[in-house]
Nanobody
Framework: QVQLVESGGGLVQPGGSLRLSCAAS????????MGWYRQAPGKQRELVAT???????DYADSVKGRFTISRDNAKNTVYLQMNSLKPEDTAVYYC????????????WGQGTQVTVSS
């Protein structure tokens, strides 16, 4: 059974921090590169960060140096530590496996809302 459960979002002031968590079903987590994505109001979903099973990471330029993706393979969980948050980081954040054609993924979790505002 496919399961993706994101948590940890909330309202934070500019410059603040949040840590997102995503519990993924084992079949997704064990064999895949995992990614965090986000979708702001009126915009398309975008890729934020990826992490391989071995821990290699990659980031969108807009978050590089501020966000850190990590994973706990024993817990089937992926995290996103977000520091120095900006209003433009406001979005619903999702995790999922990463594919080159990730736009065709049909299953997504409910996401977690991150709002950066003073």
């Amino acid at each position: 059974q496919v399961q993706l459960v994101e948590s940890g979002g909330g309202l934070v002031q500019p410059g603040g921090s949040l840590r997102l968590s995503c519990a993924a079903s084992g079949i997704i987590f064990r064999i895949n590169v995992m990614g965090w994505y986000r979708q702001a109001p009126g915009k398309q979903r975008e890729l934020v960060a990826t992490i391989s099973r071995g821990g290699s990471t990659d980031y969108a330029d807009s978050v590089k140096g501020r966000f850190t993706i990590s994973r706990d393979n024993a817990k089937n969980t992926v995290y996103l530590q977000m520091n120095s948050l900006k209003p433009e980081d406001t979005a619903v954040y999702y995790c999922n496996r990463f594919l080159a054609n990730w736009g065709t993924l049909s299953y997504w979790g409910q996401g977690t809302q991150v709002t950066v505002s003073s």
